[in-house]
C-alpha cells in the first residue's frame, strides 16, 4: 500500500545537536507537511510544501527548517535542538487543496 | 491566519450514550472541514469530513454538521464503545489569500467511552 514514512521513529539527543527527520512518500501526492504535536495543543504546522520549489513557513517555523529534496521526500531540520522541542512530530501529504491529508508514524524526538 | 477552536478538551461517556466535540473557526474562506481520529501510539486518521457546500454528512454512528455563518462545525457519535476511546481532532483548511490549503487543527479532544 502506498504509504507515509517518517525515519527514525524514535529519537533522543543532546541539546545543541543538529538533528534531521525524514519524511518519504509513496503516494505521488504533491503537498507535504511537517506537524509538531503537543499534549492539549492540538497539531501545529511547522512547515509546508505544495510542491519541490514551493517551501512555506507555517505557524511555529522558528528553530526549524526543512529540506523538499524530491516530490516524494521532505526533511525537518532542527539546527541546534533545545529541550522545547521535545514533541512528537508528524509528517502529512495530500493532493490538491480540498483533499484528506494523511500522516507518516510519527518521530517521537526527546531533547536532554 | 486561521484559528480553530476544539472544545471540549476531554469528554467522558459511558458506553451506548452519544458525544458531541465542537469547533470553531475563524477563517470565513475556509471550505474543508475534516475530522481525525488519533488511537494511542497511532497516526491521525480520517473519520469523516465536510465540504462547505454541505451542511451535514453521515458514515454510520458518525455525523457531522457545520453551520457556515456561525462559523462552527461539530461531530457527533452516536452509540459509542468503548474502540470509540481516542484523540479526536477537527481542522480547517483555506481555500484561498495567503493561507491557501494549509490545514489548521483543533487542540484536541479526548474522549473515553467507559463500559
Known amino acids: 500500500d502506498a504509504d507515509v514514512t517518517q525515519t527514525p521513529r524514535n529519537r533522543i539527543t543532546k541539546t545543541g545537536k543538529r538533528i534531521m527527520l525524514e519524511c518519504s512518500q509513496t503516494k505521488g501526492h504533491d503537498r507535504m507537511y511537517w506537524y509538531r504535536q503537543d499534549p492539549g495543543l492540538g497539531l501545529r504546522l511547522i512547515y509546508y510544501s505544495f510542491d519541490v520549489k514551493d517551501i512555506n513557513k507555517g505557524e511555529i517555523s522558528d528553530g526549524y527548517s526543512v529540506s523538499r529534496q524530491a516530490q516524494a521526500k521532505f526533511s525537518l531540520s532542527l539546527e541546534s535542538a533545545i529541550p522545547n522541542q521535545t514533541a512528537l512530530y508528524f509528517c502529512?501529504?495530500?493532493?490538491?487543496?480540498?483533499?484528506?491529508?494523511?500522516f507518516g508514524q510519527g518521530t517521537r524526538l526527546t531533547v536532554v | 491566519g486561521e484559528n480553530v477552536e476544539q472544545h471540549p478538551s476531554t469528554l467522558s461517556v459511558q458506553e451506548g450514550d452519544s458525544a458531541v466535540i465542537k469547533c470553531t473557526y475563524s477563517d470565513s474562506a475556509s471550505n474543508y472541514f475534516p475530522w481525525y481520529k488519533q488511537e494511542l501510539g497511532k497516526r491521525p486518521q480520517l473519520i469523516i469530513d465536510?465540504?462547505?457546500?454541505?451542511g451535514e454528512k453521515k458514515d454510520q454512528r458518525i455525523a457531522v454538521t457545520l453551520n457556515k455563518t456561525a462559523k462552527h462545525f461539530s461531530l457527533h457519535i452516536t452509540e459509542t464503545q468503548p474502540e470509540d476511546s481516542a484523540v479526536y481532532f477537527c481542522?480547517?483548511?483555506?481555500?484561498?489569500?495567503?493561507?491557501?490549503?494549509?490545514?489548521?487543527f483543533g487542540q484536541g479532544t479526548i474522549l473515553t467511552v467507559h463500559p
Open positions: 465536510i465540504r462547505s457546500n454541505v
Open positions: 502529512a501529504t495530500s493532493e490538491g487543496a480540498r483533499t484528506e491529508a494523511f
Open positions: 481542522a480547517a483548511r483555506v481555500a484561498g489569500g495567503t493561507s491557501y490549503g494549509k490545514l489548521t
